[in-house]
């Protein structure tokens, strides 16, 4: 069976990154880590917390989104990121009956690819697939992979649920990330999951 992960938020905890980077691009800003985290989980975009709680102009925005994507995967942010309790053996233990693959939307390859070496996750993944904002997740499966509708898609976001209902896939959608349950519910998933290393094929 393949299973497809989503890194950020499902395999890895990025939200001191997220968190850390928005208060640098944001002097001003007075929110905690929690206010921040709750704002994000209940899919207030930062559009939305920038200009009904900074007062920033659309062209503010903008500069801020240019830069956010900018920094956002500086090895000074990315060594924030830690993998979820107990992932590695978690994912040591699926792959020795699964094809394991890696989906994630980041922007640079070679900066995933050097996590996951910190990691030791090395030898874990038959494929990484980068999207490198060229492509969609589902596109770059799709071309490499041949599905089968026993396959999971296990992600965060309501766009990793709609990636594994377009491949014709299972969707297990994973409390960990950016997401709260409410909002990832109304994507459907097959499974909702506190975390990844809960998920347990039937
Ligand atoms: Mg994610």
Do not use: C
Request: charged letters at 25%; aromatic letters at 12%.
């Amino acid at each position: 069976m393949n299973i497809f992960f989503d890194l950020d938020g499902t395999l890895l905890n990025s939200q001191k990154r997220l968190y850390e980077l928005f208060q640098y691009l944001v002097p001003s800003s007075d929110l905690s880590f929690d206010d921040y985290w709750k704002l994000k989980r209940n899919k207030v975009n930062h559009e939305e917390i920038l200009t009904t709680k900074f007062g920033y102009s659309s062209m503010d925005f903008k500069k801020f989104e240019h830069l956010w994507m900018k920094e956002i995967e500086l090895e000074k942010w990315l060594n924030l990121d830690v993998p979820f309790e107990g992932v590695t053996d978690f994912l040591k233990t699926l792959r020795k009956k699964n094809t394991l693959y890696l989906v994630t939307a980041r922007q640079s390859k070679e900066m995933v690819n050097k996590q996951l070496h910190n990691f030791g996750w090395d030898s874990i993944f038959e494929s990484v697939f980068v999207t490198e904002q060229q492509k969609e997740k589902h596109a770059l499966i799709q071309e490499n992979v041949t599905v089968s509708p026993t396959d999971w898609f296990i992600g965060d976001t309501g766009l990793d649920i709609k990636v594994g209902k377009l491949l014709g896939i299972n969707t297990a959608a994973v409390l960990s990330g950016f997401l709260n349950e409410e909002k990832l519910t109304a994507y459907k998933p097959d499974l909702i999951l506190e975390n990844v290393t809960s998920f347990t094929h039937k």
